[in-house]
């Protein structure tokens, strides 16, 4: 079946710096990813998404790569704020959506 | 523009005890989701719809049903609540272009507490 999973579950940052959080994926014909958000009693929230297509999509503040030789996909979050602690995970359409457990990212002030 | 709304956000109930949760959703999407959120599971597909009178199991369908009636509505009916069915809820919603799905769009979900 398929398998999404995180490298780390969590992650702690300082204030203002640069935050990489990392995803694999297993299923080669998957074409479509996406990074969601998801804050403390909260539904996840859309970030970015990228298509197979692309290696790289940048947002405001935040850029995902895409490697699809080794089927890896990362979220980089730019000055990084204490709003963004939260739980990132990832989400590859397969033929279904598949989502990975997430990475608790801790912005320290 | 309330996007997609959940309801109830919290419910307890008891084993054996029949339970509906409701998902409205105004952008018109043709399809819609619902996951269930545990500690180590991340989120798994319960049942989803492509469109209205069109259902599909997903990861883990058993003790569930659903129906979708309307386009905006996708209530999930916990027939015989059960312990192992305390988790949180989320419905989400979606849209088909170029044949492929767009990104889906989630409630606020509905934490669901089976004593």
């Known amino acids: 079946g398929e398998s999404v999973g995180l490298h780390l579950p969590t992650l702690s940052v300082q204030e203002g710096d640069n935050s990489i959080i990392n995803c694999a994926y297993s299923n080669s014909a998957s074409d479509y990813f996406i990074w969601y958000k998801q804050e403390s009693g909260k539904g996840p929230q859309f970030i970015i998404d990228?298509?197979?297509?692309?290696d790289k999509r940048q947002g405001q503040r935040v850029t995902v790569l895409l490697n699809k030789t080794v089927k890896h996909l990362s979220l980089q979050i730019a000055a990084t704020q204490p709003g963004d602690s939260a739980v990132y995970f990832c989400a590859e359409d397969g033929n279904q959506f598949y989502f990975g457990t997430g990475t608790s990212l801790t912005v320290i002030p | 523009d309330a996007g997609i709304t959940q309801s109830p956000r919290y419910k307890i109930t008891e084993t054996g005890r029949q339970v509906t949760l409701m998902c409205h959703q105004t952008w018109s999407h043709s399809y819609m989701f619902w996951y269930r959120q545990d500690l180590g599971h991340g989120l798994r597909l319960i049942y989803y719809?492509?469109?209205?009178?069109?259902?599909d199991k997903g990861e883990v369908p058993d003790g569930y049903v659903v129906s979708r009636s309307k386009t905006e509505n996708f209530p999930l009916t916990l027939e015989s609540a059960t312990r192992s069915q305390t988790s949180v809820y989320f419905c989400?919603?979606?849209?088909?272009?170029?044949?492929?799905?767009?990104?889906?769009?989630f409630g606020p979900g509905t934490r669901l507490l089976v004593l």
């Open positions: 989400a919603s979606s849209e088909w272009t170029a044949s492929r799905q767009e990104t889906q769009y």
């Open positions: 719809s492509a469109a209205a009178d069109i259902t």
């Open positions: 990228i298509r197979s297509n692309m």
